[in-house]
């Protein structure tokens, strides 16, 4: 079973910038999609950003301009930079391997991260 594994979570001053990586094999990495998602306490998990296999992006509405995902030169890492963090971006970050269709990701019940946690605080 392949599972991706988040890292870069931490804790940061708001307007401050952080970079989480998700790495797993390559292969799977090159032919398929991965999402990017938050959960934040008390809240569902949420979608912030995907990246297709050709590398069209996706990005939710309350992080566009300020968060970029990117596969890395290797094709077995794929990014994401957060800058002008803000307080409500806290949560628990998940990278997911899945798929994309008509501009939609779909996740995989079975490839998901552990998780890496961003607290943004004064």
């Known amino acids: 079973q392949v599972q991706p594994v988040e890292s870069g979570g931490g804790l940061v001053q708001p307007g401050g910038s952080l970079r989480l990586s998700c790495a797993a094999s390559?292969?799977?990495?090159?032919?398929?999609?991965v999402g990017w998602y938050r959960q934040a306490p008390g809240k569902e998990r949420e979608l912030v950003a995907s990246?297709?296999?050709?590398?069209?992006?996706n990005y939710a509405d309350s992080v566009k301009g300020r968060f970029t995902i990117s596969r890395g030169n290797a094709e077995n890492t794929v990014y994401l930079q957060m800058n002008s963090l803000k307080p409500e971006d806290t949560a628990v970050y998940y990278c997911?391997?899945?798929?994309?269709?008509?501009?939609?990701?779909?996740?995989?019940?079975?490839?998901w991260g552990q998780g890496t946690q961003v607290t943004v605080s004064a």
């Open positions: 997911n391997i899945g798929v994309a269709y008509s501009g939609s990701f779909y996740s995989h019940p079975n490839y």
């Open positions: 390559g292969t799977i990495f090159s032919s398929y999609a």
């Open positions: 990246i297709t296999n050709n590398g069209s992006t």
